[in-house]
């Protein structure tokens, strides 16, 4: 073997062990339902752990917790929607599952959920999820798998418990909970889009949460601090979608950055008032 095909074949052989790797690494992260390390994402960071979880999850996410909310439901019903769209769909709204199963809780049509468009739309699914949800017997009090199994009648009757400790921090951080708990990080977010964000809040959050919006910012006025923190979290959850260029609730402020994930700064001052600010790019004026 000549000196030069040595070197093909070492780097051919390279080549196929390093794209094994890569490989691997996405099956890895696939099956744990994590984002890639270099990817965008988002975390949610309570009680000494840090759940996370891909920009698509955050979005899915901000809408299952936010029709929670807004029916009044306790943190404990996001915590179990969660679990139940963890170990359903990976918190993603797919176009297949077993049989007719469908969206993020894999709910079929032909059992009554709704029809195929309307289990694929995360409000919809959401709220025929938690109509289940309370009529579970002391659901609020009931271990976390059984009452989503429950709901759920799936064939993997425990496949919920490994979710719940995820589900549990992810529910604190985003219902506001657990105050500046929640970041994301994204590499190239778009232009600030005040009016989308603003018609997303007036859909998702409570009707005692005021949302207004002026050329580069929405404000929330919320009910009390923890809806306050709710409105911010889960706009926070949604800059991949709206390019925000920062948040301010209760003395601390949330900074975006595109290489880490920003942490909450500031001194809590206490506050139910929510200020989302956003960098709109001129348009520019047309040559005549």
């Known amino acids: 073997m000549t000196a030069i095909r040595r070197v093909l074949v070492a780097l051919v052989i390279t080549a196929l062990v390093m794209t094994g790797i890569v490989v691997g690494l996405w099956a890895l992260y696939a099956w744990n339902k994590e984002p890639m390390p270099l990817g965008d994402q988002c975390s949610a960071s309570v009680a000494d752990m840090t759940v996370s979880v891909t920009t698509e999850q955050a979005e899915n996410l901000s809408m299952i917790v936010g029709v929670a909310t807004q029916r009044g439901l306790a943190p404990r019903a996001s915590t179990i929607a969660i679990a139940t769209a963890y170990q359903e769909s990976g918190i993603r709204n797919l176009t297949y599952g077993d049989r007719d199963s469908l969206g993020l809780f894999q709910q079929r049509p032909s059992q009554g959920w709704g029809s195929p468009t309307e289990v694929r739309d995360p409000y919809h699914a959401s709220n025929r ?16 798998n059984d009452v989503a199994q429950e709901v759920q009648r799936s064939g993997h009757p425990n496949g919920y418990a490994k979710h719940v400790e995820n589900a549990r921090r992810l529910a604190s951080a985003l219902t506001g909970e657990t105050p500046a708990s929640f970041t994301c990080r994204v590499f190239d977010p778009p232009t600030g889009d005040p009016e989308g964000l603003a018609t997303f809040l007036e859909r998702t959050l ?3 949460s005021r949302v207004t919006r002026t050329a580069d910012e929405v404000t929330i006025e919320a009910e009390s601090a923890q809806l306050a923190w709710s409105a911010a979290s889960l706009s926070v959850a949604n800059h991949h979608r709206f390019g925000l260029a920062g948040v301010d609730v209760a003395g601390r402020t949330w900074t975006p950055s595109s290489r880490e994930l920003a942490t909450w700064e500031g001194e809590p001052t206490g506050g139910t008032t929510v200020v989302v600010r956003f960098d709109v790019r001129p348009t520019p004026t047309p040559t005549p």
């Open 129 to 144: 999820f938690y109509d289940a949800l309370v009529k579970v017997p002391d659901w609020r009090n009931g271990d976390v």
């Open 206 to 208: 409570p009707a005692s």
